[in-house]
């Protein structure tokens, strides 16, 4: 089967699955963590940022960085995948608190594997990989916002100084 | 357009996409101007892979071809990354062809967007393709095809303004920068 379409499959399956979602326990809450983050980073759908996060996000990152604002969160994942056009995220692991009524926090460990192979502020593409070092932590916040699921808040610090690393000519 | 407006258009788009036929080719052009638009204006760069092929074949400017789907998302995700408020002002989307033989279509646009990511070209200007000023036109022809029973872009050929992106995508030398390459050239002559 070609790739292309094995990969057109995946992104269907997991876009109604996260459509269909109704986020009414915790195990539906990791479910939906696990094929969100999927989508968005493997499968290249930054677009669905819109959908889950709240248009004033709060999004923390490492070195005194916050983004504000579902626009610039878009912004910034894109400059990551376009860094790594290959990326692929393992999700190591998923906690969850909180119920339907209240909302949750989720935690997800994460561990980026890519190739820089764009060009980034740090100069040209490296062909160099992320290898296993590059670990990213997570905490959400999960509330419901007019009625639809939403991202209010995030901190996620990611390996800054790791990825300068690899994205700069030895 | 808010964040609202923008999903029901992007649902209305997919809904065609999902549900066109490829009976006539004016599905076909339809289909793949909403399409272009939900990569580009709407991000969701993964849906390439729902028109490419593995071994899809493009064409560039300058006699370049590149092959493989990898490249596909390679380059959308680094143009969109350089101009990450990037859109399509679209001119004109025409097919030819029939279910048999598959269809060919050609479109034309102009990008509009402010350079403010990083590019081949350095680090971001600022500077902006503006909707009135025409400075950046992109024309591509795919070649569709049925392939493993999905309808594929198959061949592609794609040609943008390249000076103009360059233009766009290079910082202005300051006054002194220019003197001094002034200065350079008169002691080289």
Known sequence: MMICNKYSDEIKVLRRSIEANT???????RSFIR????????FKMIGLIYDYYDKNIIYRKEN?????GVENLVFD???????????????????????????????R????????????KFGAPTNKELGDGCLGLSMMFLNKVDGSWKVTEEHNPISYSYIRDVCTAE | ?????????????????????????EEVARLFKEYTNLIWDKKLVGLCYD??????????????????????????????????NLKFQFLDIFAEGNPEDGYRFGQSLYYVGENNGYSSYGEPTGKTMSPDDNLCLGLCECLVKKVEGRWKIVEE?????????????????TEEESVAISAELEVEA
């Open chain 1, 23 to 29: 986020f009414s326990d915790i195990e539906a809450v």
């Open chain 1, 35 to 42: 094929d969100y983050t999927k989508l968005v980073y493997d």
């Open chain 2, 1 to 25: 357009m808010d964040i609202k407006q923008m999903l029901e258009e992007r649902k209305r788009f997919n809904d065609y996409i999902d549900n066109c036929k490829f009976e006539t080719p």
């Open chain 1, 77 to 107: 994942i894109l400059e990551l995948l376009a860094t790594f056009p290959d990326m692929t995220v393992d999700l190591e692991s998923i906690i969850v608190s909180g119920d339907v009524d209240s909302g949750y926090k989720v935690w």
């Open chain 2, 51 to 84: 028109f490419y092929t593995d071994d899809i074949v493009i064409h560039r400017e300058g006699g370049v071809t590149a092959i493989g789907y990898e490249g596909v998302i390679a380059a959308t995700l680094s143009f969109m990354a350089s101009f990450p």
């Open chain 2, 157 to 173: 050929w794609l040609v943008r303004s390249g000076d103009a992106l360059e233009e766009i995508m290079t910082k202005d030398k």
């Open chain 1, 64 to 68: 005194r960085l916050t983004i504000t």
């Open chain 1, 109 to 120: 460990r994460m561990r980026y594997h890519g190739t820089n192979t764009n060009h980034t």
